[in-house]
């Protein structure tokens, strides 16, 4: 099966989408960028496709949001490269479940790591 030469790119109702979800979940307006990433889109896969993502940082933490297909998403936080976090869920169908999948997976580490160091 080959790769796709390109993926949709985020709309202008998925952005807003976004923007809506990071503002809820951090208090105020975040900087999101579009950017691309490079996944393998299957774990049988040996070439890695290019597909738009989203990129934002916020609490120390970065996010990607990256786009597989018409309606497929794919998301993981990090607070360093050997620090990585997905959601528990390989692929979304649905941008507003990953969105709020990953917010709420990355809230939950946050608290976490700040019960561990004893910063809240």
């Known amino acids: 099966m080959g790769i796709p030469a390109s993926f949709p790119e985020f709309s202008e109702?998925?952005?807003a989408l976004a923007h809506a979800c990071l503002k809820e979940r951090f208090g105020r307006d975040i900087e999101v960028q579009i950017v691309e990433t490079e996944i393998?889109?299957?774990?049988?896969d040996r070439e890695l496709a290019l597909c738009p993502a989203l990129y934002w940082k916020e609490d120390g933490?970065?996010?990607v949001l990256s786009?597989?297909?018409l309606a497929a998403?794919?998301?993981m936080f990090f607070y360093s490269v050997k620090d990585r976090?997905?959601?528990g869920q390989e692929d979304y169908d649905n941008l507003g479940d990953c969105l709020i999948t990953l917010l709420k997976v990355q809230e939950d580490a946050h608290a976490k790591r700040a019960a561990e160091t004893g910063n809240r």
């Open 85 to 87: 976090f997905g959601t």
């Open 40 to 44: 393998r889109l299957s774990q049988g």
């Open 67 to 69: 786009k597989t297909g």
């Open 61 to 63: 933490c970065a996010f």
């Open 73 to 75: 998403y794919r998301a």
């Open 13 to 15: 109702s998925d952005l």
